[in-house]
């Protein structure tokens, strides 16, 4: 009997030593994995979440500029007041004010909460009260854009970065009426009236993260029904970002291409994204950065050649004013509507995927984009709304990426059903619009 048990013993560790080397696709039905789960064998999954999301900038005034500067500073239409009523009439002559308006830009910067807790606070079990704990911890900016960080409590001090709208950092403490904080690279101080914190800012940042289901395995089966049983809709790619639309036991309901769709938590990391501040420094660098990218896009379209596109005849239904390189762009990706979708691939005649087509399309004009949904909302400059956007544009969505063709539209390789396909650009929730040209 003990032989017996010894020999079963070491069969299992073949078994499990054998696994660990295979490359599967998760959530196949009845895969081995599926036996070492069931049999109480654990395993181990990469924890690592990123998340991107999007907020409002505005254009810097100068300091002087008092009349722009107090228009901006006043709270949003509804807003609880935590302290007295500011009357932007009053503020007239004021020597310095911490609120402006927004004209439009865009940046991408993120706090990500694991389990409910942002990096700079102590993870705990992650339970709901646990995360509404670790929610009144933080300060939420509330403002028609964005509210100073200074270094001082006081008007006096020196401006040290910006929490935008709906931004959030981490309570350290308050004097005079003003919060200490420490969001992202930042730490200093905001007018404690334009932001909320302690229980009014536990159902606030449940309202203004984003929660995210970061894939962690090399292909996902998102599914119909939260069941291993049920049809499989789709597939994801490792690494991208889907928008949770709403939490199960085992199971979270997501948004990609083919529709709504579930997948298992075994195979995504949670984690909830909220927009921190940004310092002088990171926006002097992120707009040097757009601009130096953006040269070197138009740099590297005009030593290409594009004759190609001049195959491809333009009817004028996609051609609204904007860069004549992103024009080019759309006029070049219409020529393969029609083609087929495959599931990872790069061919534009031969078929696929939806990152594989707006790759290869940029391809043709000397940019090197990476074969990523989720990488793509990074890429190039951002633009702020879909009434901003120009022909050439990439629109990013819950694990999907198209180009815009202009007039409200765009083409993109959609699904495995109908291949390569013109659509509207608001069919779904656009999470980024990046401009390349």
Request: net charge negative; aromatic share 8%.
């Amino acid at each position: 009997m003990r032989k017996h048990l010894v020999r079963t013993a070491a069969y299992m560790t073949t078994f499990a030593v054998a696994f660990s080397s295979a490359v599967m696709s998760a959530d196949a039905k009845t895969t081995a994995l599926d036996v070492l789960v069931s049999t109480g064998i654990s395993y181990t999954m990469n924890t690592n979440a990123t998340a991107l999301s999007e907020l409002q900038q505005d254009t810097d005034e100068a300091e002087s500029d008092k009349t722009d500067a107090v228009l901006g500073e006043t709270r949003l239409p509804g807003q609880e007041e935590t302290a007295t009523v500011v009357d932007a009439s009053s503020l007239t002559g004021t020597s310095d004010m911490d609120v402006k308006s927004s004209t439009g830009k865009v940046i991408q910067d993120t706090i990500i909460v694991s389990k409910g807790y942002t990096s700079d606070l102590i993870a705990a079990s992650g339970s709901k009260d646990d995360e509404e704990e670790a929610f009144k911890k933080l300060v939420i900016a509330q403002v028609r854009n964005y509210v100073n960080v200074r270094d001082i409590p006081s008007e006096e001090g020196e401006i040290v970065g910006k929490l935008y709208n709906n931004s959030v950092g981490n309570f350290i403490e308050e004097k005079d009426g003003w919060y200490k904080i420490s969001s992202g690279s930042v730490e200093g101080y905001v007018k404690g009236e334009f932001c909320v914190t302690g229980e009014d800012a536990v159902e606030l940042a449940k309202q203004v993260g984003t929660r995210i289901a970061t894939v962690n395995t090399t292909t996902l089966y998102v599914r119909e029904d939260a069941t291993t049983d049920s049809s499989v809709i789709g597939m994801v790619p490792i690494d991208d970002e889907l928008i949770v639309m709403e939490e199960l036991d085992g199971w979270v309901k997501v948004n990609i291409e083919e529709g709504d769709g579930y997948v298992s938590t075994d195979y995504v990391n949670l984690s909830t994204e909220f927009v921190k501040a940004e310092s002088k420094e990171e926006e002097a660098a992120r707009l040097a950065k757009e601009e130096e990218n953006r040269k070197a896009a138009q740099k590297a379209a005009a030593s290409r050649s594009t004759s190609s596109s001049s195959q491809y005849v333009d009817t004028g239904s996609y051609a609204p004013a904007g860069s004549g390189t992103g024009q080019n762009v759309v006029n070049f990706a219409m020529q393969f509507v029609g083609n087929p979708y495959v599931y990872g691939g790069t061919s534009l005649t031969n078929g696929c995927d939806c990152s594989g087509f707006v790759m290869s399309v940029y391809n043709n004009f000397g940019v090197s984009l990476p074969h990523s949904s989720a990488a793509d909302r990074s890429v190039g400059a951002t633009v702020g709304s879909l009434e901003e956007a120009q022909p050439g544009d990439i629109m990013c969505y819950s694990g999907h990426v198209a180009i815009y063709a202009g007039n409200g539209q765009i083409v993109h390789a959609s699904t495995s059903k109908t291949g390569i396909i013109v659509s509207s650009a608001s069919y779904r929730s656009i999470l980024s619009i990046r401009r390349i040209f």
